[in-house]
């Protein structure tokens, strides 16, 4: 895997770190952490020179594949272990501004994150009557969107009590929901990250 370097904008303590374990510890329990991988260091540190609002708006003018519908939302998850603390978030395609984020929660899986942020993307657009589709990375998230039913090994204790509440919510909303937004696969491996990635691989 190529190596990446983590710009920490907000954090313990701010600044670049060369490894997702130095950055992880400046940023777990931090409240409003803010922070973004790069391919190199110095893009990191470039991106350092800005405030994090500034950096996001100097990449709001993003071009797109032509392949891609710029006209669409994004969605990803990120979890810190498999399971462990998860949060998932929903993006406008082309601007990459934020329309919804949910977590952390205490202990959950990438793929549980992936399917929620998925169903929560379909309500928000059926709520603003918007006919836009849904890109995701997760092949598994689809499938289980598709087929109703979050189909996760994860356990019901107290840690995850909360989440499997939402859970049961995005199962019924499936259930007694239609909806026509498309639901495509986004393709990491041709396009590169997807816009609502987290940035910690």
């Not at 909303?173 to 696969?185: A, E, F, Q, R, T």
């Not at 590169?192 to 691989?201: C, H, L, V």
């Amino acid at each position: 895997m190529p190596k990446k370097y983590y710009t920490v904008w907000k954090g313990i303590v701010p600044g670049v770190y060369d490894n997702w374990k130095d950055c992880h510890k400046q940023t777990v329990n931090f409240k409003g952490a803010l922070y973004k991988s790069f391919h190199s260091e110095k893009e990191a540190k470039n991106a350092l020179k800005f405030s994090y609002s500034d950096y996001q708006n100097s990449k709001n003018q993003s071009i797109l594949p032509k392949e891609i519908i710029s006209k669409s939302i994004a969605v990803d998850a990120a979890s810190s272990g498999n399971p462990g603390v998860m949060e998932y978030q929903g993006v406008d395609t082309l601007s990459k501004k934020l329309l919804f984020k949910k977590g952390p929660f205490k202990k959950g899986t990438n793929n549980i994150g992936e399917f929620l942020a998925i169903v929560h993307g379909l309500a928000f657009l059926k709520k603003n009557n918007c006919s836009y589709p849904i890109y995701s990375d997760s092949l598994t998230a689809i499938s289980w969107v598709k087929k109703k039913k979050c189909n996760t090994s994860l356990k019901k204790d107290d840690s995850t009590g909360e989440l499997f509440i939402l859970i049961g919510r995005a199962e019924a909303w499936l259930k007694n929901n239609s909806y026509h937004n498309k639901i495509i696969k986004w393709d990491t491996k041709k396009w590169g990250e997807i816009p609502a990635d987290f940035g910690r691989k």
